[in-house]
């Protein structure tokens, strides 16, 4: 039993420590698609001068939902407070993409949501699980990142978007 705790402390250590080192990076060049089909550059939303936040999920993946659930609670609030926008990027395979629009109208979220259903922008990113959120600030970088998802972690977010803002 032990052993098990330790080990789980240690994977989650290493996850931390991976994500993390993208704090401060550039945002990549990387295309992604709308749910229309269109091609965008991911970089369009690190050059208008807002906060960004990207939010890694999947329609099957229950802590990502409830984590977009959460923010989606804060989201107004966040826009006019922190000239905040929130990108949704579902990691869905091409095959799964067709649920992702109802299930995004059944939840209400207001979010631009994009595709990476041939995973270029999560290899050029370099992490493996979901949900993973990255906040890039108003020039580009990316300054904070984190991984999975447990109740209250939206505060945490908003802690640092209240520092991007100048609050």
Known sequence: MKFKI??????????????????????PSVEVRTLDGQTIDIQQYAQDGKITVLSFWA?????????????????????????????????????????????????????TILSDANQQLQNALNFQTIPQTFVVDQNGQIVYSHSGYVPGDEYELEDKLKKLAGE
């Open 59 to 111: 329609t099957w993946c229950s802590p990502c939902k409830k984590e977009l659930d959460a923010i989606a609670d804060l989201y107004e609030y966040w826009q006019e407070d922190y000239d905040v926008e929130i990108v949704a990027i579902t990691i869905d395979t091409q095959r799964a993409l067709a649920k992702v629009k109802p299930m995004v109208v059944a939840k209400g979220w207001s979010y």
């Open 6 to 27: 330790l080990l789980s402390t240690l994977m989650l250590s290493l996850m931390s420590i991976a994500t993390f080192a993208q704090d401060g990076k550039t945002l």
